[in-house]
C-alpha cells in the first residue's frame, strides 16, 4: 500500500524564504535587515579586524612557498569576507567543516597559523585536534567534507544538541556526486548545516558557466530548502545571513544554502597559471576598491564614524606581527615522531595494530630511520 507522500513530521515545502528576505537583488543586507542584525561597530571592527589579519598571511603563505618554505600555497585573497563573515557568524559551540582554501576560518577559530602551514610544507595531514577547535580537517578531494558535514550535524540533532554545523565548499564541489547525496540527505533528515559555497567562479581552469547550467543558489529548493545568494565581497551580508541561516538550523528547521559570490583573484595555487585560461580584462571587474572586501568594510565604518587611522594602522600593525609568528612558526617546526602515524585512528587500538607499532618501534630502534 503507498503511504502518503509527506510522511516525514519536519517535512517542509521548500518555500521558507526568510532567510532568503534579509538581502535584495544584489544580495545586499536589505535596511530593514541590517537594522535587526544589529551588528555592533565592535563587531564590525572585530570582521576587519581578522580580514585584514587573513589577507596578510594570505601573502605571507604566498610569499613562503615562493621561498621555498612550503610545498604548495591556495591563496585565497578575494575571499576574506565569506570565510571571515561565516566563521564568526558560527558560535564557539557549533562546527566548522572546511575546504582546503579556507584557511581564513581556521584562523578565525583560533588555530596557530604557524601550524596550519604545516600541512602545506608537508608535515602532517592534519595540524590541529578537530574536538579542541570544533573545526575538522582540510579536505583536499573536492566535495568529499559536505557528506561528513551533513552526517555529523545530524549526529548531534540525534543527540540533541544546539549545534549547527558550516560547510565550505567551492562551486566545483557542487558538480560533485557527494554534494548531491550530501544536499538530499541533509533536506530529508532536516540536519542542522549551513551549505556556504564559495562561489569564486573558477574550479582551476574552468569557468563557472561551463560547470552549471543554472544557479547554485536555486538546487536548495530541489532538495526542499532554502537557498540565499549573497554578494560574497560584503562581510557585513555573509556574517548576518549565515548567523540567520546557523540559528534557522540550531532551532530544528533545517538546512539553508548560502552561496557567497565573490572571484578568485589569484591563481588556483602556486602550481597553476591562470595566464594560460584567463586575461586580465576578465580580472579588471573585480579589481576596483568596490569589490574589495576589506575597503567595502573600512567604508561601512567610515559610514558609522567607526574608522580612523589609529584603528586602521594598529590593525595593520598587528597583521604585520601575525605574519611574522606564522613565519618563524612554521620554519621551526619539525616533522612528527614517524611511530605518530599509528595514534589518532583509534580510540582503543586492537592489539594487532599496537604489535605492528612496536615491530615499527624497533626497527626504527635498528636504525630504519630517524
Ligand atoms: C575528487 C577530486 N577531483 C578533482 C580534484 C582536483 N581539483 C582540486 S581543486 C579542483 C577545483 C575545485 O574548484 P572549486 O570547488 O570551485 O573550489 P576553488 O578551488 O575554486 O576554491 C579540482 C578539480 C580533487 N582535488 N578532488
Ligand atoms: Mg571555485
Not at 596578510?56 to 569576507?81: F, I, T
Request: some cysteine; glycine content about 8%; proline content about 6%.
Amino acid at each position: 500500500m503507498a503511504k502518503a507522500l509527506h510522511t516525514h513530521p519536519q517535512a517542509r515545502e521548500g518555500d521558507d524564504n526568510s532567510i532568503g528576505s534579509l538581502v535584495d537583488a544584489h544580495g545586499l543586507l536589505t535596511p530593514e535587515a541590517e537594522r535587526d542584525a544589529a551588528v555592533s561597530d565592535d563587531q564590525l571592527r572585530e570582521l576587519y579586524r581578522m580580514m585584514v589579519i587573513c589577507r596578510r598571511l594570505d601573502q605571507e603563505g604566498l610569499n613562503l612557498q615562493r621561498q621555498g618554505e612550503l610545498g604548495l600555497w591556495g591563496p585565497y585573497v578575494g575571499h576574506e569576507a565569506a570565510q571571515v563573515g561565516a566563521a564568526l557568524a558560527m558560535e564557539s559551540t557549533d562546527w566548522i567543516f572546511p575546504y582546503y582554501r579556507d584557511f581564513a576560518m581556521a584562523v578565525c577559530r583560533g588555530i596557530d597559523p604557524g601550524n596550519i602551514l604545516t600541512i602545506f610544507r608537508g608535515l602532517t595531514h592534519g595540524a590541529w585536534n578537530p574536538y579542541e577547535y570544533r573545526f575538522a580537517p582540510f579536505i583536499i578531494p573536492v566535495g568529499t567534507q559536505v557528506p561528513h558535514a551533513v552526517g555529523f550535524a545530524v549526529g548531534c540533532k540525534f543527540d540533541h544538541e544546539q549545534t549547527a554545523v558550516l560547510v565550505g565548499f567551492g562551486e566545483g564541489a557542487t558538480s560533485t556526486g557527494d554534494w548531491h547525496e550530501a544536499m538530499n540527505f541533509a533536506g530529508v533528515f532536516q540536519a542542522p548545516v549551513v551549505f556556504l559555497c564559495e562561489n569564486n567562479q573558477w574550479a582551476i581552469s574552468v569557468p563557472v558557466e561551463e560547470q552549471i547550467a543554472g544557479r547554485i543558489v536555486d538546487r536548495a529548493a530541489g532538495y526542499g530548502f532554502p537557498g540565499v545568494r549573497v554578494d560574497g565581497t560584503d562581510v557585513l551580508t555573509v556574517y548576518a545571513v549565515v548567523r540567520a541561516a546557523a540559528q534557522h538550523a540550531r532551532q530544528g528547521h533545517g538546512p539553508v544554502l548560502v552561496e557567497s559570490v565573490a572571484y578568485r583573484l589569484q591563481a588556483h595555487t602556486t602550481s597553476d597559471d591562470p595566464t594560460r585560461y584567463r586575461t586580465d580584462a576578465d580580472l579588471d571587474p573585480w579589481k576596483g576598491s568596490d569589490k574589495d572586501p576589506i575597503e567595502r568594510c573600512a567604508e561601512r565604518l567610515r559610514q558609522r564614524n567607526a574608522y580612523d587611522d589609529t584603528f586602521a594602522v594598529a590593525v595593520a600593525q598587528e597583521a604585520e606581527e601575525r605574519a611574522s609568528a606564522m613565519r618563524q612558526t612554521l620554519v621551526a617546526a619539525r616533522p612528527p615522531h614517524p611511530e605518530s602515524v599509528f595514534d589518532l585512528v583509534f580510540a582503543n587500538p586492537p592489539a594487532s595494530l599496537m604489535r605492528e607499532r612496536d615491530e615499527f618501534t624497533s626497527s626504527l630502534e635498528q636504525g630504519g630511520a630517524e
